[in-house]
């Protein structure tokens, strides 16, 4: 088991658990851990990592790496020391973040420790939420008036006319998703580019919207998704598409769709062309593998149609994988009510990912696809100090990497596990 050799770490543990942490130290060794400091980098087995001012310094063997006097220390009791993770699919919209300009600032903050930072999530992509919502919450936390991961949102979603999918509500909060909808490239242009001048680091449409009904899925009008799809590209933002089929696929490769935000187990295994076509267009690929099944159980599926789903899903993943493909990791949080992330990586690795994909998935495929690999994804010198203990090691069981037992965001500890 880990353990602190001061008793200011400690008292700084306890405040993360109440929420009231004053300033910490700006200095911090992480030691007795083994390090893997990215998906393909060879394991230390013994390491230490050396952080300053929310910044990493010095990452080697600790019979390389030198503590300086006086230095506070986080004993990793052996386990695996990895870059802190990207989900990069959740969404802002359940209380109490959904209100994130009214809750108080300890009811939001320990929202966020048990849905994301609980499980090493130090950065977060909100793929759609009412207006200005994820705005707020950023902008507290970055305030330090709340305690969570780096967000990172597309704001509000873009639909087809009639097009609000049928498992979502008439209205969240009081917005009415109605006002989601564009009729024309025009608007859809517009509201694109007054979403990205407000902060916006991306934008999200239903390629393929599911309505339900006979019409059961409903593309979005090439154009217009072209129009959302050029203004995100002019910003070089991320544009992501929910495909839903074959027709959501083609559309959101007509908009120029950087992310998938989910496979799209409705069309049926993916061949070797479209693998291909989507490989060069350069799309990424979030699986949300226990979404689906989470969804089509609640449809009434029998454990029959669950697994044939589920292994259609598995396919178009491991093809995609095995084809060279960029995968992200990604759970659909906040949409559903489920934040563990075992099944997840299991699902992913039934589906051909080894560790270090899954683990890629996590870390440096997010932040070189969203532009942040220079700071964020591994650890090195001069890089973010968000990282993650974990309680193993990821080879020898990809569920591992849910055994977190420390998250740090910019070299504070804003979770620890208990004993």
């Given at each position: 088991m880990p353990s602190f050799r001061s008793s200011a770490l400690v008292a700084g543990l306890l405040c993360v658990a109440a929420m009231t942490c004053p300033a910490t130290a700006r200095e911090l060794a992480i030691t007795n851990a083994r390090i893997v400091a990215a998906p393909d980098a060879e394991p230390i087995a013994s390491g230490t990592v050396l952080l300053r001012d929310g910044r990493i310094t010095a990452v080697g063997d600790s019979t390389e790496v030198a503590v300086p006097e006086g230095v506070e220390r986080l004993d990793a009791g052996g386990g695996t020391v990895v870059a802190g993770f990207w989900n990069s699919h959740v969404h802002l919209i359940a209380p109490p973040l959904d209100r994130s300009a009214t809750q108080p600032g300890d009811v939001l903050s320990e929202a966020l420790l048990t849905q994301y930072l609980r499980w090493g999530f130090t950065t977060i992509f909100d793929i759609a939420s009412p207006p200005g919502s994820a705005f707020v919450l950023r902008m507290r936390i970055e305030d330090g008036d709340v305690t969570g991961p780096a967000i990172l949102t597309t704001g509000t979603p873009f639909f087809p006319v009639d097009g609000v999918p049928a498992y979502l509500p008439t209205d969240?909060?009081?917005?009415?998703?109605?006002?989601?909808?564009?009729?024309?490239?025009?608007?859809?242009?517009?509201?694109?580019?007054?979403?990205?001048?407000?902060g916006a680091d991306g934008l999200k449409i239903f390629a393929g919207a599911m309505v339900g009904g006979e019409l059961g899925v409903l593309p979005m009008d090439d154009a217009i998704g072209k129009a959302v799809g050029d203004i995100a590209r002019e910003a070089g933002k991320p544009l992501f598409a929910h495909p839903g089929n074959q027709a959501g696929v083609d559309a959101a490769i007509a908009a120029g769709t950087s992310v998938f935000a989910h496979t799209a187990p409705l069309m049926g295994p993916w061949d070797d062309a479209l693998v291909q076509r989507l490989l060069a267009e350069d799309i990424a690929l979030i699986p949300?593998?226990?979404?689906?099944?989470?969804?089509?159980?609640?449809?009434?599926?029998?454990?029959?149609?669950?697994?044939?789903?589920?292994?259609?899903?598995?396919?178009?993943?491991?093809?995609?994988?095995?084809?060279?493909?960029?995968?992200?990791?990604?759970?659909?949080?906040?949409?559903?009510?489920?934040?563990?992330?075992?099944?997840?990586?299991?699902?992913?690795?039934?589906?051909?990912?080894?560790?270090?994909?899954?683990?890629?998935?996590?870390?440096?495929?997010?932040?070189?696809?969203?532009?942040?690999?220079?700071?964020?994804?591994?650890?090195?010198?001069?890089?973010?100090?968000?990282?993650?203990?974990?309680g193993g090691d990821p080879a020898e069981d990809v569920a591992v990497l849910a055994d977190v037992r420390y998250t740090l965001r910019a070299g504070k500890v804003v979770y620890a596990a208990g004993p």
């Open positions: 969240l909060g009081g917005w009415s998703l109605k006002q989601a909808e564009v009729a024309t490239p025009e608007e859809a242009a517009g509201r694109a580019r007054r979403q990205l001048a407000a949300t593998l226990k979404l689906i099944e989470i969804e089509v159980r609640k449809e009434g599926g029998t454990p029959e149609v669950v697994e044939r789903v589920m292994a259609v899903s598995r396919q178009q993943l491991e093809a995609f994988s095995r084809a060279g493909g960029t995968v992200l990791f990604g759970t659909d949080s906040g949409y559903i009510d489920w934040y563990d992330t075992r099944d997840e990586l299991r699902q992913m690795h039934a589906s051909g990912l080894d560790w270090r994909q899954v683990l890629a998935s996590l870390t440096t495929a997010p932040a070189q696809r969203f532009g942040q690999a220079g700071r964020k994804g591994r650890l090195a010198p001069g890089m973010d100090a968000d990282l993650v203990v974990l």
